[in-house]
C-alpha cells in the first residue's frame, strides 16, 4: 500500500467521524486529490490483487485442464476396459445361456432315459413274470412226457414178453402138416406127402407122381400113391381155442399200442408246434421230445413186423384157426388105412 499525505493522516487521526460526510464534501481539493490517489491506489492495488487472481486462476485452470486431460484419458481408458468388460460380460451372457440350454437338453434326456429304463424294467418284469408261467407249463408238460415215456417203456416190454409169450406158445404148438411131408426124392423139395403102394414109402410129392411108375427108394412097381395125413392129438382143439383167444387179446393189444404210438406221436408233434410257438428251450428240452418221438416211432416199427408175419402166416390169425379146425373135422372124416413101411 502507498504512503498518505499529511492531511489524509490528519482526518484519519481526527477520528473521522463524519469521513463519509468529509467524502461527500468536495469543498477541500487536497481532500479531493487524496480521494484520488487513494483510489488509484486502491485500483491498483486491486489490479494487482486481480493480476494476482487471475495468475492463480490460469494455473488452476491449467492444472484443472491437465487433470482433465488426464480424466478423459482415464475416461478412454475406462470406456475401452467397460467395452472390454462389457464384451466379456455378454460373452459369459451368451456361454452361460449355451450351458443352461445344454443342461436343460442333458436333463431332459436323462429323464427319457430314465422312463425308458423303467418302462424297459416293466417290460422285464411282464417278461419274467411270463417265463416263469412258461417254464411251470413247461415243467409240467416235460412231467407229464417223462410219465409218457415211463408208460411207453413199461408197454413196451409187457408187449415184449407177451410177443416173447406168444411166440413161444406158437412155437410150441407142431406144425401138423410139416410132420406129414419130407423131401420129395425127385425134385428134392419138402414136400413129400405121397405113400407108395404097396412098399410103403413116402417119397413123392404130387407135382412128380406123373414122372414115377417106381418107387424112387426101392424101385419096386407101384400100384398107387396115397397122400398121408398125421394124425392131431386128442387136445389139439382146446389148444386151438386157447390160441385163437390169446391170438385175439394180441390183436387187441396191437391194436391199443398202435393208438398209444400214434396219440404219442401227435401230442410230440403238438408239443414241438408249442415249443415253437412260445421260446426257446434247452437243448435237454429238444432231446426229450425227440426221444419220445423216436419211442412213438420205435413202437411202430415194433408193431410193424408182427403185421407182416400175421400177413405172411407166420403168427396165427383168426382166419388161420378156422382153418386147423376144419382141418382137423376132415381129418376125423378121413378113413385110416394101414401104412406099410
Not at 464534501?25 to 486502491?42: E, I, N, R, T, Y
Not at 409240467?140 to 415184449?160: Q, V, Y
Not at 396191437?254 to 404219442?264: F, I, K, M, N, V
Not at 415249443?275 to 413202437?299: H, I, S
Amino acid at each position: 500500500m502507498g504512503g498518505h499525505c499529511s492531511q489524509c493522516a490528519d482526518v484519519d487521526a481526527g477520528h473521522a467521524e463524519v469521513v463519509g460526510e468529509d467524502l461527500a464534501c468536495s469543498g477541500c481539493p487536497a481532500v479531493a486529490a487524496c480521494d484520488l490517489c487513494f483510489s488509484s491506489q486502491k485500483l491498483k492495488e486491486e489490479q494487482g490483487r486481480l493480476r494476482m487472481l487471475l495468475h492463480q486462476s490460469s494455473a488452476e485452470l491449467q492444472a484443472v485442464q491437465a487433470e482433465l486431460e488426464a480424466s478423459q484419458a482415464a475416461a478412454s481408458g475406462t470406456a475401452q476396459e467397460l467395452l472390454s468388460v462389457r464384451t466379456q460380460l455378454n460373452q459369459s451372457l451368451e456361454l452361460r445361456e449355451q450351458l443352461r440350454a445344454e443342461v436343460q437338453e442333458e436333463q431332459a434326456q436323462q429323464a427319457r432315459q430314465a422312463r425308458q429304463a423303467q418302462q424297459a424294467a416293466s417290460r422285464a418284469q411282464v417278461e419274467r413274470e411270463q417265463l416263469q408261467v412258461e417254464i411251470l407249463e413247461l415243467s409240467e408238460r416235460l412231467e407229464a412226457a417223462r410219465e409218457l415215456e415211463k408208460l411207453e417203456a413199461e408197454e413196451k416190454e409187457k408187449h415184449l414178453a407177451e410177443t416173447r409169450e406168444c411166440q413161444a406158445s406158437h412155437l410150441s404148438y407142431p406144425d401138423w402138416t410139416a410132420l406129414s411131408r419130407s423131401v420129395c426124392a425127385v425134385c428134392w423139395e419138402p414136400s413129400a406127402d405121397r405113400v407108395a403102394v404097396p412098399c410103403g414109402h413116402q417119397c413123392v410129392c404130387e407135382g412128380c407122381l406123373a414122372k414115377v411108375s417106381a418107387c424112387p427108394v426101392c424101385r419096386q412097381p407101384v400100384e398107387c400113391f396115397l397122400k398121408v395125413f398125421v394124425a392131431c392129438p386128442a387136445h389139439f382143439e382146446e389148444e386151438c381155442m386157447e390160441l385163437r383167444k390169446s391170438l385175439a387179446m394180441q390183436e387187441a393189444r396191437t391194436q391199443e399200442l398202435q393208438t398209444r404210438a400214434e396219440a404219442s406221436e401227435a401230442r410230440g408233434k403238438s408239443a414241438k408246434l408249442w415249443m415253437n410257438a412260445t421260446t426257446v428251450l434247452k437243448p435237454q428240452d429238444f432231446q426229450r421230445l425227440a426221444k419220445a418221438t423216436r419211442r412213438g416211432r420205435e413202437l411202430d416199427k415194433l408193431l410193424l413186423p408182427q403185421t407182416s408175419r400175421a400177413r405172411n402166416g407166420e403168427i396165427l390169425t383168426d382166419q388161420t384157426m378156422v382153418d386147423l379146425v376144419d382141418f382137423q373135422r376132415h381129418l376125423a372124416s378121413l378113413p385110416r388105412p394101414s401104412l406099410r413101411r
